[in-house]
């Protein structure tokens, strides 16, 4: 899992995953235009989206959201305790939580 996002933006836990406030506003504008103009998007960023789409398009929200939170070592039992942080955060937390479980092992 990455700490910086693909197209650079924050992304927090959130009630079914991994969320993006920019991105949902940007999703927001693009409703409210409804979508009459085709999207072009340089290559690089089409390849990216295609594989999003083509890898996880077909999943519901829970199989995505037991998807990320693995990613994260993070159970959804526990996942309320990190409601609100920023992946960022949640992957230093983490980092040091290994640390500490290595450093206290026998």
Do not use: A, H, W
């Not at 594989?51 to 693995?70: A, E, P, S, W, Y």
């Not at 937390?93 to 290595?102: A, H, L, P, W």
């Amino acid at each position: 899992i990455r700490e910086d996002s693909l197209l650079g933006n924050e992304y927090y836990i959130y009630y079914l995953g991994p969320f993006s406030f920019e991105v949902s506003k940007e999703f927001d504008k693009l409703k409210e235009e409804d979508l009459k103009e085709e999207v072009k998007l340089d290559e690089d960023l089409k390849k990216k989206v295609d594989f999003v789409i083509d890898n996880f398009g077909m999943k519901d929200g829970r199989t995505l959201q037991k998807f990320c939170l693995n990613l994260l070592n993070i159970s959804v039992e526990e996942k309320g305790k990190y409601m609100g942080f920023k992946i960022k955060e949640v992957l230093e937390i983490k980092r040091n939580q290994e640390i500490g479980n290595f450093i206290n092992s026998p």
